[in-house]
């Protein structure tokens, strides 16, 4: 978090029928890189994600947690400019101080800060991978698409990125099926983060892997993170990886926002009856 001032406001009341609000996070240092208002996305009742509100600082870690079918995924795909929600609005700050709504520009224009802006990690990695293309090409044809033509460049700085995610250079020129699963994902990674965006949607991106390769790309993940100052918004039914990486935690049950907060306050004195099973569940496994 790059953030240095910060005031929390702490919320003391309990009230589990209703969502609570902890998030009034007053920044005094720089203006929101994304902010999300009352947004609802609902293909029938419960199935979606409804009224949700959220606000993103600079090189800030937002983890949305919550169980299969409670919306993540798709508050993920209207965050970053894929599917557009039936109520409100999402901004992002593509010029200084200057929020856009990112559904009230033209497509192209959207699809123009989701190259130069945003990182896309899927939770399956070749959903965000070209399996015809190799590795070092699926690194390249994103710098290209930001304007990179170079060939001796672009072939340098596929070599960077790979040793970067700890793929040996010597693979640059294997297509991605040949890798592992877990390859695979900080192929992906690399991909994203080779443009340099300021903000990256992952959406479970440990989710299929094994534990100890879990364990691994999670630590990869944090340190490019933080060496980076990137601004991440995670999905994740894993506690555990929000712990590991977010500053802030936001519950989601069936569509509905039900308690958001500082990491360590959600997870060590979990306010909603929800929030409090789940962590109770975790500590039983
Ligand atoms: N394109 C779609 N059309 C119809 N229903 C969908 C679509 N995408 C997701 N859903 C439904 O919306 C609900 C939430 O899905 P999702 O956002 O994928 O949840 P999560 O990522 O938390 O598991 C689920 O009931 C799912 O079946
Ligand atoms: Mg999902």
Redesign the pocket.
């Known amino acids: 978090m790059n953030n240095a001032q910060r005031v929390t406001d702490t919320n003391t009341d309990t009230n589990e029928s209703k969502p609570i609000q902890t998030d009034n996070v007053i920044q005094l240092t720089s203006a929101p890189l994304l902010s999300a208002e009352n947004i609802s996305m609902l293909?029938?009742p419960g199935?979606?994600f409804d009224d949700v509100s959220l606000t993103l600082y600079p090189g800030e870690v937002l983890a949305i947690v919550?169980e299969?079918?409670?919306?993540?995924?798709?508050?993920l795909k209207s965050l970053s400019g894929r599917v557009a929600p039936q109520q409100g609005s999402v901004n992002f700050q593509q010029t200084p101080f200057e929020m856009t709504n990112l559904y009230e520009m033209s497509e192209a224009q959207r699809r123009g800060v989701m190259r130069e802006h945003f990182g896309i990690v899927h939770q399956h990695p070749m959903d965000g991978l070209r399996a015809r293309v190799s590795a070092g090409g699926n690194i390249g044809e994103r710098l290209m698409e930001v304007g990179a033509r170079h060939y001796g460049d672009i072939r340098e700085q596929a070599k960077t990125w790979l040793t970067a995610v700890e793929i040996d250079v010597s693979r640059i020129d294997d297509m991605p099926l040949t890798f592992s699963g877990g390859m695979q994902q900080r192929l992906q990674i690399a991909r994203n983060l080779v443009t340099h965006p300021k903000l990256v949607f992952m959406d479970e991106p440990t989710g299929g892997l094994d534990v100890s390769v879990q364990a691994r790309l999670l630590d990869l993940i944090r340190n490019l993170v933080r060496e980076l100052q990137l601004a991440v918004v995670i999905?994740t039914h894993d506690l555990a990886v929000a712990r590991l990486l977010a500053d802030r935690i936001m519950v989601m049950k069936q569509g509905k926002v039900v308690e958001s907060g500082l990491t360590d306050r959600v997870l060590d004195d979990p306010r909603h009856a929800y929030t409090q099973l789940l962590v109770s569940s975790v500590l039983q496994q």
């Open positions: 293909y029938a199935k979606g919550g299969s079918g409670s919306g993540k995924t798709t508050l999905v």
